[in-house]
T-cell receptor, first 113, second 112 residues
Framework: SQTIHQWPATLVQPVGSPLSLECTVE??????LYWYRQAAGRGLQLLFY??????ISSEVPQNLSASRPQDRQFILSSKKLLLSDSGFYLC????????????FGEGSRLTVL | SQQGEEDPQALSIQEGENATMNCSYK?????LQWYRQNSGRGLVHLIL?????REKHSGRLRVTLDTSKKSSSLLITASRAADTASYFC????????????FGQGTTLQVKP
């Protein structure tokens, strides 16, 4: 069966520090991968998605970047965090990009102080 | 712009009552999906309805889709305290990008 792992679960970082959130999927190959951000009490904002290794599409200009160094690994990064980067970050995958359901990780809660 | 918008933003009911949440969207869709999120957790897929379907059932869940009005509703019958969560509709964006766009969600509280 397929599983998705996301870490760390909780992170408290000072403004200006770097960030690295990791997401890996097991039990499938060539998944479509997504990073979403959720502000408190709000919906999900799509940040990045990837249809293959090294292929990253950015949805919102921002202080973040994403990379996909391996087929089932998706990384969200920042060189210098801003206060506005605080939020709940969710990684997700699907096999069928145009029609399929997404499977989500448990999320990473980032607090920038 | 946001593809899906839910209504109401918050809903509080007693256990045993039915809960209805509505979703509106703006562009043509391949399908519409509903997800559930417990507080502080990831989202879980509930049900998918295709653009050529008008109604779909899954256990205590009933979803309707009206493509002429660009709207969908999620009905939870005989609610339980364990149904307390946030519920989101989501639609695939235009083109073949595979982007799934979520609404702002409805927060449901079911009181025992």
């Amino acid at each position: 069966s397929q599983t998705i792992h996301q870490w760390p679960a909780t992170l408290v970082q000072p403004v200006g520090s770097p960030l690295s959130l990791e997401c890996t999927v097991e039990g499938t190959s060539n998944p479509n991968l997504y990073w979403y951000r959720q502000a408190a009490g709000r919906g999900l904002q799509l940040l990045f998605y990837s249809v293959g290794i090294g292929q990253i599409s950015s949805e919102v200009p921002q202080n973040l970047s994403a990379s996909r160094p391996q087929d089932r690994q998706f990384i969200l990064s920042s060189k210098k965090l801003l206060l506005s980067d605080s939020g709940f970050y969710l990684c997700a995958w699907t096999r069928m990009a145009q029609t399929g359901e997404l499977f989500f990780g448990e999320g990473s809660r980032l607090t920038v102080l | 712009s946001q593809q899906g918008e839910e209504d109401p933003q918050a809903l509080s009911i007693q256990e045993g009552e039915n809960a209805t949440m509505n979703c509106s969207y703006k562009t043509s869709i391949n399908n519409l999906q509903w997800y559930r999120q417990n507080s502080g957790r990831g989202l879980v897929h509930l049900i998918l309805i295709r653009s050529n379907e008008r109604e779909k059932h899954s256990g205590r869940l009933r979803v309707t889709l009206d493509t002429s009005k660009k709207s969908s509703s999620l009905l939870i019958t005989a609610s339980r305290a364990a149904d307390t969560a946030s519920y989101f509709c989501a639609t695939h964006g235009s083109g073949n990008t595979g982007k799934l766009i979520f609404g702002q969600g409805t927060t449901l509280q079911v009181k025992p």
